[in-house]
């Protein structure tokens, strides 16, 4: 059994093309996100292919470069089973039904809008990297790049109690987004020094020397961005080793080693449901565009700096 999904079938190109339906309880699309970072690369070929098989989304269909099915950030409604009329998130591409095992099925907490919950996936990716951080209350913290996962973790950091929460970009435009979640904003030419905790996701080689410069004696960047086949050069011949400076990775993929212990997937999924239950989470959302008007408009969706959410309405 298919169904119809969006397919990156060459640089730029996408499809609607018949997509497998898998195995387990049949789910019914209401809508799902668009991951501007990680999808603008796989419509780009830009996955590397060290990282083909790590890269993989849980339920993709094709292998990288292309054709690939690709996405994870579903949100649909049970047809059928003990989830029977439940609205459920899951880990699954672009696509108008699928059948998921009820355990890859994450009931959506009541009151959350299903329109809302698109944002699942990162949320959760932004309550890793706030954990690897290891940001804290009353710290000073900067946020370099304000896109979608960039201005989740600085609306997770600016809950801790005292932190002081600063977002730096470079386009005037995400100044509203930054506010309405808590945070101060500035360009990068404006950028506070002296940080507890800088977190980098602007995934440009510009963000990562900044956040390093903008770092505090002994203090941690955290590198959040996905560089692909691209290279960075870092200036680790002024102030990095005399100010004891540690750039450490964050990546969705693994648990931090300190909850490794405690945590599971399912549970780390179903918290970032729970955090995303301020209705101001909203303003994150960039647009919407119908299913069927996808693949033209795929590309430039991507491409556009101003995306951050893009909803897909099924």
């Known amino acids: 059994m298919s169904a119809p999904a969006l397919w990156c079938m060459?640089?730029?190109?996408?499809?609607?093309?018949?997509?497998?339906?898998?195995?387990?309880?049949?789910?019914?699309?209401?809508?799902?996100?668009?991951?501007?970072?990680?999808?603008r690369l796989v419509l780009a070929g830009r996955v590397p292919a060290s990282e083909y098989q790590r890269m993989r989304a849980p339920f993709q269909e094709g292998d990288f470069p292309f054709p690939v099915k690709y996405g994870y950030a579903a949100v649909g409604e049970v047809q059928e089973g003990e989830l029977a009329g439940r609205a459920v998130f899951a880990l699954h591409p672009h696509q108008t039904e699928f059948r998921l095992p009820a355990e890859a099925l994450i009931p959506l907490p009541k009151g959350l809008p299903p329109e809302r919950a698109v944002l699942a996936a990162n949320m959760e990716t932004a309550l890793n990297i706030l954990w690897d951080s290891g940001a804290g209350a009353g710290d000073r913290i900067t946020v370099v790049g304000g896109g979608l996962v960039g201005l989740l973790v600085a609306f997770l950091a600016a809950r801790l109690p005292g932190a002081e929460v600063t977002v730096v970009d470079p386009q005037p435009g995400r100044r509203p987004q930054a506010q309405a979640l808590g945070c101060s904003f500035c360009a990068p030419d404006a950028a506070p020094g002296d940080q507890d905790a800088v977190i980098h996701a602007s995934a440009t080689q510009d963000g990562l020397v900044l956040a390093l410069r903008i770092a505090g004696p002994q203090a941690t960047v955290t590198e959040a961005s996905w560089h692909g086949t691209s290279s960075v050069a870092l200036p680790l011949g002024g102030a990095f080793h005399s100010r004891r400076l540690r750039i450490v990775s964050s990546q969705v993929g693994a648990l931090p080693p300190d909850r490794a212990a405690r945590w599971t997937y399912r549970r780390r999924l179903t918290k970032a449901l729970d955090l995303l239950a301020d209705p101001g989470l909203d303003v994150l959302i960039s647009g919407e565009t119908a299913f069927g008007d996808l693949p033209d408009a795929y590309p430039r969706i991507l491409g556009d700096p101003d995306t951050l959410c893009h909803r897909i309405r099924y």
Not at 23 to 31: E, W
Request: aromatic residues 4%; without cysteine.
């Open 10 to 39: 060459a640089p730029d190109q996408a499809q609607i093309r018949r997509g497998r339906m898998g195995d387990g309880l049949r789910v019914r699309t209401l809508f799902s996100g668009i991951s501007r970072g990680t999808e």
